[in-house]
């Protein structure tokens, strides 16, 4: 079975540019998941799909980050424009079950996209 | 307000020997939890989770061991090999204890090294 895939791996921009990342979840994965990442903490939620509708963006930065996934399989994320803090890895999820969060449901990460803005 | 934390931020061990990473959290309401792996330059991948009406749960070389009066969570691996070297996180659910809108609170993360 193949795994989540992210692109790109690594991606260095300067403030105030724009940027996208891109996830493929694992094939009939329901449930996307995007993380931010800062170095030496752990993951913390952007945003939740369900298919194509949106669990929870409720830690998204609205006024600059925006998500979609269109068609319910793959997935963007775009930052625009980028502060220096956005710096992190951006890791997408995904898994088989709707979020209930029981034992079992297990998330798949991709292996992350490490942003840098300088 | 609720946090999920880990005791230790580094640990060192020799090749062979048992390792134990610890973990604290503040939710009692919590009905399960979660030990994640993450290697260097990957995302995290799923260790073992364990439920709020169990104290211990064994798999492949790691039990975890939940203390509900002290809320404290640990994770042992037996005979910790080069290959267990990675950042380790616990993590709770956050939300109603059913449907669609809960999310996973993650912990700082403890280090693992293991010394050959």
């Known amino acids: 079975e193949a795994g989540v895939a992210q692109s790109p791996r690594y991606k260095i921009i300067e403030k105030r540019q724009s940027v996208a990342f891109w996830c493929n979840p694992i094939?009939?994965?329901?449930?996307l998941y995007w993380y931010q990442q800062i170095l030496g903490q752990g993951p913390k939620l952007l945003i939740q799909f369900q298919n194509n509708g949106v669990v929870d963006d409720s830690q998204l930065p609205k006024d600059r980050f925006s998500a979609e996934r269109l068609k319910g399989v793959d997935s963007t994320l775009k930052i625009q424009p980028a502060k220096l803090e956005d710096s992190a890895v951006y890791l997408c999820a995904s898994s088989n079950k709707p979020s209930g969060l029981t034992t079992g449901d297990t998330q798949y990460f991709g292996p992350g996209t490490r942003l840098t803005v300088l | 307000g609720e946090s999920v934390g880990l005791h230790l931020p580094t640990l060192s061990v020799q090749e062979g020997d048992n390792s134990i990473i610890n973990c604290a959290y503040s939710n009692s309401a919590s009905d399960y939890f979660i030990w994640y792996k993450q290697e260097s330059g990957k995302g995290p991948q799923f260790i073992i989770d364990i439920r709020s009406n169990m104290d211990k749960r064994q798999g492949q070389r790691v039990t975890v061991l939940l203390n509900k009066t002290v809320k404290h969570l640990s994770l042992q691996i037996a005979a910790t090999q080069p290959g267990d070297s990675a950042v380790y996180f616990c993590?709770?659910?956050?939300?109603?204890?059913?449907?669609?809108?809960?999310?996973?609170?993650w912990g700082l993360g403890t280090s693992l090294a293991v010394n050959p």
């Open positions: 993590a709770e659910p956050k939300g109603p204890n059913a449907g669609n809108n809960r999310k996973l609170i």
């Open positions: 094939s009939g994965h329901a449930t």
